[in-house]
């Protein structure tokens, strides 16, 4: 059975994949949010995309409806897809993979995945990833890495990136990666974690670390001032919800305290390899009662935001819906 239908097949100089995946994988949004910044950035072409009736139950992946200029309705089916960009001033150009998560045959859509990679004989897979984790919004976005070999592990390195030694469950950024690992591809994953009271979507300010970070790893020179500038802004609203509230301010303070503890404990530590923040998963919170306001006020400042439009969206949502 044919999963991937190719719209495309053009001439790509040793492409580089940069991928994201919805759902488990993407803390508040903020991995795919990334990806459609790219998107709408370089306006790459459509290569290929899955046939998703097999990898996805559409009770828990639903289609969704909108309108067209006002009178007519349509349906939004979810899609995952690649597009290319070529970069004339740099020596390789760049696959971008976005879409959610799929629910079924796991194995099937990882190989799916990097039979196209292969095709296109790509040299290298960049995958962003977000978690939720026991962080105060504000603090600079931790971020940690995994790669497959040497060298890439050294970039991460350089870029001052933690080394995360995760075991447990995975979701399919660690498919994919360990599948590009058996090819011997070289692949790496870059994890931001995002403050788990703030689930509501977009987190502009870890999209932002994502993509700062990105950049820097493939030596992309991309303006990043707009969205850093939201980024900014977004800290402020949260910290002016906190400010509002002793009890959500006494809990952030808290976290606050606790990352500060971790850190010096670590700079205490020989060990190198080891991270903050564990990736994949928070350490657990526990429950947050002294939170609960604050969760509820971020929630409705985002929801307005949508609703006004002053959050500004990388792209049109549809093409991702």
């Known amino acids: 059975m044919e999963y991937i239908h190719y719209h495309s097949e053009p001439e790509l100089r040793d492409p580089v994949v940069i991928a994201a995946f919805g759902g488990w994988n993407d803390a508040a949004d903020s991995a795919t949010t990334a990806i459609k910044f790219l998107i709408d950035r370089w306006k790459p072409t459509k290569l290929a995309e899955f046939d998703i009736e097999d990898f996805f139950v559409f009770s828990e992946t639903r289609p969704t409806i909108k309108y067209v200029d006002g009178i007519q309705r349509t349906i939004v089916w979810p899609s995952c897809q690649f597009l290319a960009h070529k970069t004339p001033d740099l020596s390789h150009d ?53 790669a497959t070999n040497a060298d890439m592990k050294e970039r991460l390195k350089e870029m001052d990136i933690h080394n995360s030694r995760y075991e447990g469950p995975t979701g399919m950024v660690g498919v994919i990666q ?77 976290l606050e305290e606790q990352v500060s503890e971790t850190v010096h404990s670590d700079d205490d530590d020989d060990d190198e390899e080891d991270s903050i923040i564990n990736t994949d998963r928070s350490e657990g919170t526990g429950p947050l009662p002294s939170a609960e306001s604050l969760i509820r006020g971020v929630e409705e400042l985002l929801r307005k935001q949508r609703e006004d439009g002053e959050q500004n969206k990388p792209i049109d949502d549809e093409e991702d819906e």
């Not at 976005?98 to 995958?127: M, Y």
């Not at 058996?182 to 987190?203: D, F, G, K, M, Q």
């Not at 303006?223 to 301010?249: C, G, K, N």
């Open 178 to 254: 360990d599948g590009f690992r058996r090819v011997a591809i070289p692949a790496v994953s870059i994890w931001a974690a995002a403050p788990h009271y703030l689930a509501a979507t977009p987190n502009i300010k870890v999209t932002s670390a994502l993509l700062t970070y990105l950049n820097t790893f493939m030596s992309f020179g991309l303006d990043l001032s707009d969205i850093q500038t939201d980024a900014i802004r977004f800290e402020e609203q949260i910290s002016t919800l906190v400010a509002r509230d002793p009890e959500a301010s006494a809990y952030v303070r808290k």
């Open 94 to 146: 760049i696959i971008l993979y976005l879409g959610a998560e799929p629910q079924l045959k796991w194995k099937t859509f990882s190989k799916c995945f990097l039979d196209v990679c292969k095709k296109f004989h790509a040299s290298e897979i960049i995958l962003l990833g977000a978690l939720l984790a026991d962080v105060p919004h504000s603090i600079a976005v931790p971020i940690t890495g995994t």
